[in-house]
């Protein structure tokens, strides 16, 4: 088994609606799919000498409970929280609990959307934010990451 401290674990947690990546909307989130997304990750861990672990939900107490899993275990968070970026203090609150560098990623760019979508619950306690490049937002997220933990 490896050693955590060797390989350290991030987690990606990407929230309601990413499951259906790939036939929802694709003029804004792209014709990539949340496994293809998963891949990338899973194959640029690898390259990084990182370990992720990802999970997706459309329900926000299975995304806090999936954040709170990671306390004194992830060194990083990759989190997309979808709609509930702009709703959600309870994501927000297990954010802060699991106390890791955090980088929150949009696919879209969300100030360039409805101004609902403008409000962010996680920006500012996020260490950065991507939004708006797409898939490769993960890969950019994750490698910052490594420079960041490492």
């Known amino acids: 088994m490896a ?3 060797q390989n350290p674990l991030i987690i990606v ?6 499951n259906m990546l790939g036939k ?5 989130y792209g014709s990539r799919t949340l496994e ?10 690898a390259e990084l000498g990182l370990r992720i672990s990802t999970f997706q939900s459309n329900h926000e107490g299975e995304i806090v409970a ?15 929280p979808a ?20 980088i929150e990623v949009h696919l879209s760019n969300i100030y360039q959307r409805e101004s609902f979508r403008h409000r962010s619950f996680i ?13 490769s937002g993960y890969l950019y997220a994750l490698e910052a990451l490594a420079q960041l933990i490492t």
Do not use: C, M, Y
Not at 24 to 28: M, N
Not at 89 to 94: E, F
Not at 123 to 135: K, P, R
């Open 66 to 80: 999936s954040i709170q899993k990671g306390v004194g275990r992830a060194r990083g968070l990759i989190i997309n």
């Open 24 to 28: 929802r909307e694709p003029e804004h």
């Open 83 to 102: 709609a509930f970026t702009h709703t959600s203090v309870a994501i927000r609150d297990a954010v802060l609990i699991l106390d890791v560098p955090t």
């Open 13 to 18: 947690v990407h929230g309601p609606n990413l």
């Open 3 to 5: 050693d955590s401290r």
């Open 123 to 135: 920006a500012d306690i996020a260490t950065g934010q991507i939004s708006g490049l797409g898939a």
């Open 36 to 45: 293809d997304i998963n891949a990338s990750l899973h194959a640029k861990a």
